[in-house]
């Protein structure tokens, strides 16, 4: 039997922009996805802090270093700029597999969405 545990979480960044003319998906920073062992296509979970709106939807790579977390298509009207979100990402393994492994939690600073 497999299980679905947390695999990746970036915690607490802010939203930079909201694209409803788009065919759906959440851009996010390169330096945050390789940073958050998160990879384009990869399907998330978007948590929004501000208004506790929960969303499903996958990855598009942004530019490195530019703190980009866009909500694009449909996921647009669930976000505003300025929001605080967390990114979630989960994994499907076995519980013997669950119980050793360790989740990669990065924690950027809010006010410009980048890591030290």
């Known amino acids: 039997m ?8 970036i915690h607490r960044v802010t939203v930079t922009g909201a694209e409803l003319d788009y ?5 996010i920073d390169r330096a945050l996805m390789d940073a958050a062992n998160i990879v384009a296509g990869e399907k998330v979970q978007v948590v929004n802090v501000n208004n506790g709106e929960r969303l499903e ?3 598009i790579e942004g530019a490195e270093k530019s703190g980009e977390i ?6 647009a009207r669930k976000v505003q700029k300025g929001d605080i ?6 994994a499907s393994m076995s519980i013997e597999a669950a119980k050793i492994f360790r989740p990669t939690l990065i924690f950027p600073k809010t006010a410009t969405n ?3």
């Open 57 to 59: 939807t996958y990855v």
């Open 23 to 27: 065919i759906g998906s959440i851009t």
């Open 2 to 9: 497999n299980i679905e545990v947390l695999k990746s979480k």
């Open 85 to 90: 979100i967390i990114i979630i990402s989960y």
């Open 70 to 75: 866009t909500l694009n298509g449909p996921a």
């Open 114 to 116: 980048t890591i030290d």
